[in-house]
């Protein structure tokens, strides 16, 4: 084991300019080492692929227990979830989540996607002009989540403000944690107190309370898993769609390829989670010491996982900064790796590429206006993206 101590840096990961634009922060974080020590954020960040990928796939070593998010009051709220939990606990919660988002499942929605998909876009493209995050990016997986999930009511209403308030809280405890915590209470009251009843007949959210009553998960549990379809997916699935306007606004280019050649939509995708990924950085405690990249990490350290660093590495992608959806990255980081892999991907698969082959089969270029983003401690999205003009396919 060697005790080289890693290379430091005074770049705090949560400055408001660091979480607008990260990759010229991320690129001479990555020059320094794969593991670089951040005492502004008391954490060790893992900065290139290798070593991200290493880390997320070692959950022995890198735990999630009570670490995903990097202030302790949301630490201790998400205890018992299956975010912030390890095998085998992860798991059995693990298991209740995904049920109902198969392959198999999610093929009995496939249609029923791309039809609402190709609709919205088409309604969008008739109209001339749109803003792109709030009638596309937001408006259709608000959609489809509820629908699946079985929201009504207040719940429906208040899912983008509780899916960002949800996200925003795993920051550190700065201005931003703060003034969401009280709107991220509302759904985890709401998430404590839910019943079958109030979720629609038939649905996802039903469906995980039978999982209950059958025994398949521990009692008590259904609204933690409840919490986490609304907390940890909407919101990176709205990011995921602006950025996919904003990508293909910018390179036409690609936009064509894809038309041309519609097999390439899953590619496209990809495409879009590498080189624009949705999530800033997650949180792990490690459990032992542990060489990385040459250095020491302490058993009790924080570790920092910067996703978007490790999809923007020379070392792994040749032309790394460069936005390619032949590239066809299917081992980008965004949607992690191991047992803490994304629960809900293959939804927002679905998702996304209706949204993408709807793009590409009614337009051929898309003008926009200035695009807005603000800082978020968790979520890199586009605020606002004005679409001034579209040149119909």
């Not at 259904?222 to 907390?231: A, E, M, P, T, V």
């Not at 590495?313 to 081992?331: G, M, T």
Request: proline share 7%; charged share 20%; with cysteine.
């Amino acid at each position: 084991m060697t005790d080289s101590a890693p290379p430091v840096s005074d770049l705090d990961l949560f400055d408001d300019a660091v979480l607008v634009d990260p990759y010229p922060s991320f690129a001479a974080l990555r020059d320094l080492g794969g593991v670089v020590h951040l005492p502004a954020n008391d954490v060790y960040a893992l900065t290139r692929y290798d070593v991200i990928r290493g880390a997320l796939g070692d959950w022995e070593t890198f735990s999630s227990a009570g670490a995903i998010g990097f202030n302790p009051m949301v630490n201790e709220a998400l205890t018992g979830t299956s975010l912030s939990s390890d095998p085998p606990a992860h798991t059995q919660l693990r298991a209740a989540l995904t049920a109902n988002l198969s392959p198999r499942a999610l093929r009995k929605l496939k249609g029923g996607i791309d039809a609402k998909a190709d609709a919205l876009v088409g309604k969008l493209v008739a109209e001339g002009s749109f803003e792109a995050i709030d009638a596309l990016a937001r408006a259709f997986p608000l959609e489809v989540v509820a629908d699946l999930i079985g929201f009504t009511g207040h719940v429906r209403d208040n899912m983008l403000r509780w899916g960002q308030a949800a996200m925003q809280v795993l920051g550190p405890l700065n201005q931003r944690t703060a003034e969401c915590f009280p709107i991220a209470g509302e759904l985890y009251e709401w998430c404590s107190n839910v019943t079958a009843d109030d979720l629609a007949p038939g649905s996802v959210g039903r469906g995980v309370f039978e999982a209950e009553a059958r025994g398949e998960i521990p009692p008590g549990t259904s609204g933690h898993i409840i919490h986490q379809y609304l907390g940890a997916g909407v919101d990176s699935t709205i990011a995921a769609l602006g950025n996919i306007v904003a990508l293909f606004a910018a390179h036409p280019g690609q936009l064509a390829l894809v038309r041309e050649n519609p097999s390439l939509v899953p590619a496209a995708f990809n495409e879009v989670l590498r080189y624009w990924g949705p999530i800033h950085a997650f949180g792990r405690l490690v459990t032992r010491d542990v060489e990385l990249d040459g250095v020491l990490v302490p058993e009790g350290a924080k570790v920092a996982i910067l996703f978007n660093s490790g999809n923007r590495d020379p070392r792994h992608y040749p032309d790394a900064d460069a936005f390619l959806v032949e590239r066809n990255p299917i081992d980008h980081l965004s949607f992690g790796y191991g047992p803490h892999g994304c629960a809900g991907q293959g939804l927002a698969r679905l998702e996304a590429h209706a949204v993408i082959e709807a793009l590409a089969r009614r337009v051929e270029r898309l003008v926009v206006g200035t695009e807005v983003r603000v800082p978020s401690n968790t979520i890199r999205s586009i605020e606002e993206l004005p679409v001034l003009e579209v040149i119909p396919a």
